[in-house]
């Protein structure tokens, strides 16, 4: 690839996604922003079955954590669709246990998902995409990874931090084969996962945002969309906050 393809319009049509943790609230808005778009979605993760999928969307169980789960998958859908354009990887877990009272167990735990649930898809498709010449990797990072925790333990911000090296690494190897890599990486954001690990409701207007809420699934929807279409070719290695003005960076 002599360079990269100038910037165009935010839309995907005709492109095939996959997106991992989509029954979680953050990856649910994301298949539903990348189906909005006009991408074909594979939605996929360890749930039995994903109810309200947006039209032209299927859904695949899949273990990510699981190495052979994850490649039958990918090779599943490439059977089927020829080619996969966009991997978002939602996937995740979380822990709040301060270091002194953390596991084994609880770190393999956390790792397990966060980090070898990115290692294991992209391990698979990235030589795929750089055969085809093109393909857009999105990680679901943290706010937590670049100042040291929020509601989080410190397994949690080695995991998130880990995938924020990863991607950068991913990056740099497919900057000149037309294969991007990018972290999203959210502040904290109003969904069930927040909500179990901070041991309340989900959160309403919070004084440490400057603009003055939580975020939505929809606000971390909408930057991960960003990433993967036209709009940002001229963006790789990065980590995008999108975090309501906590991190100003």
Known sequence: MVGSPLSGPPRLDGQIALVTGAAGGIGRAVVAALAAAGARVIATDIVEAFDELPPGTVYR??????????????D?????RAAIHILVL???TISNKPLQDSTDEEWSAIFDVNVMGVVNPVRKLYPVMVEQGYGKIVALGSIAAKIGGVAS????????SAVHGLMKWVAKAGASKGVYA???????????????VTGRAPPSAHGS????????????AQG????????????????????????MD
């Not at 169980?61 to 789960?69: A, E, F, L, N, W």
């Open 153 to 160: 333990g410190p397994s949690y911000v080695a995991a998130k």
């Open 209 to 220: 945002v400057p603009l003055g809420r939580y975020g939505a699934p929809e606000d971390i």
């Open 90 to 92: 939602c996937a995740g």
């Open 224 to 247: 991960i969309l960003f990433l993967c279409s036209p709009a940002s070719n001229w963006i790789t290695g990065t980590v995008l906050d999108v975090n309501g003005g906590m991190l």
């Open 76 to 80: 599943d859908v490439l059977g089927e």
């Open 61 to 74: 169980r899949c273990d990510v954590t699981s190495r052979g789960d994850t490649e039958a998958l990918i």
């Open 182 to 196: 990018n972290v999203v990486a959210p502040g904290p954001v109003e969904t069930p996962m927040w909500a179990n």
